[in-house]
């Protein structure tokens, strides 16, 4: 998602003069003064008590971003003063090619991407189905090109930009792209997020939630947040500038994108073109019903042992890291190299 303040860290988190801009999140809850006052010993399974409380605060902090950001975007978008949609400009012109014939998006980018499997595409299916009963002219993303882009190395750069990077950056891609073989790093607690450019389905890292039989406390220790600090050591390693938007604490698929604002607008008495709040309310009000839903449905229970299918993805399942290349904002591109999955 974009515009606005998309981009804006709503954690509460202080950034610290660091090489890496994930170290923050970590750095801080590790100092947490709750966290400080229950060290102890290695408890039976082998796992401190606190490491335990550092992977709660670190998902703490990322719902704390995406609630916050989700009660900003409702205030704005029910304001009497929101000039209505930002719609997608570019992405009208592609699926609309008469508005601009032989238009090419100019935007080449490099990404490494960590795919959904089919469970969670499913979901997101059945997610997209619901929003559409409000908002028919919704752009949905195609189940094959479902995306969260884990890191980003650059954006908007051209052909001959990207090319030059993958090139420095090949040797170490394979390391990269299988990263995740050894390094599980478990999401949970999907929430539609939103604003006024598009929709998402967003995660939070795990805290030893609902554990499978195969899946113990100590495979937790290691997060998404921290998968994204490695991912960004090791490709600042091989030698390339990383000029990524990516670096809030959020975890999330795009699922849809506004081209038109027929769905959430009626024609005044001046046959001017102006949003309407009871479209608004009423878009906002199924948002609201989707996440109980989810919550309900595919969020851990407290005296309910394992997770719904399709409620946690472990980063990597299926598919290792893709690795990709060119115009891939709206999940197209292509890939340098797609990892191994397990």
């Known amino acids: 998602m974009a515009a606005g303040n998309a981009f804006e860290d709503l954690s ?3 950034r610290l ?3 890496n801009p994930y170290d923050a999140l970590i750095e801080e809850a590790q100092g947490d003064p709750v966290l400080k006052a229950n060290i102890k010993p290695l408890n039976s399974t082998g796992t401190s008590p606190l490491i335990l409380l550092l992977q709660a605060v670190l998902q ?3 719902a704390t971003h995406r609630a916050t950001r989700n009660n900003q975007q409702k205030a704005k978008l029910l304001d009497q003063s929101f000039p209505g949609m930002t719609l997608d400009q570019i992405l009208r012109r592609i699926e609309d090619p008469d508005i601009e014939p032989g238009y090419a998006d100019p935007r080449n980018c490099l990404v490494f991407w960590a795919r959904p ?6 979901l997101v299916g059945e ?3 619901m929003l559409l009963t409000v908002a028919p002219n919704l752009w949905v993303m195609p189940s094959d090109r479902l995306h969260m882009t884990a890191l980003e190395i650059t954006h908007s750069r051209t052909v001959e930009e990207i090319s030059t990077l993958v090139d420095k950056m090949r040797p170490q891609i ?4 299988d990263y995740t073989l050894q390094h599980r790093a478990r999401l949970v607690k999907p929430m539609i997020s939103y604003d006024g450019t598009a929709v998402a389905l967003s995660f939070l890292p795990a805290a030893y939630e609902d554990l499978s039989n195969w899946r113990v406390k100590p495979d937790d ?16 390693g091989t030698g390339v500038d990383i000029d990524s938007r990516y670096v809030v604490p959020s975890a999330h698929l795009t699922i849809g994108r506004f081209i038109t604002d027929i769905d959430h607008s009626i024609i005044d008495a001046d046959g001017k073109t102006v949003p309407d709040p009871k479209k608004m309310r009423n878009w906002l009000a199924k948002i609201d019903e989707i996440n109980v839903w989810l919550e309900n449905e595919y969020w851990p229970k407290r005296n309910q042992a394992g997770i719904r299918v399709g409620g946690e993805w472990i980063v990597g399942e299926g598919k290792g890291l893709d690795c990709r290349m060119g115009t891939l904002w709206y999940g197209t591109g292509v890939t340098v190299r797609l990892g191994q999955g397990f």
């Open 127 to 129: 997610v997209q189905k």
């Open 174 to 177: 394979a390391e990269i792209t």
């Open 60 to 62: 703490a902090r990322y």
């Open 221 to 236: 220790t290691y997060t998404y947040h921290h998968l994204r600090r490695d991912l960004y050591t090791l490709s600042k």
């Open 17 to 19: 003069a660091s090489d």
């Open 12 to 14: 509460g988190v202080k």
């Open 117 to 122: 499997p089919q469970s969670l595409k499913e």
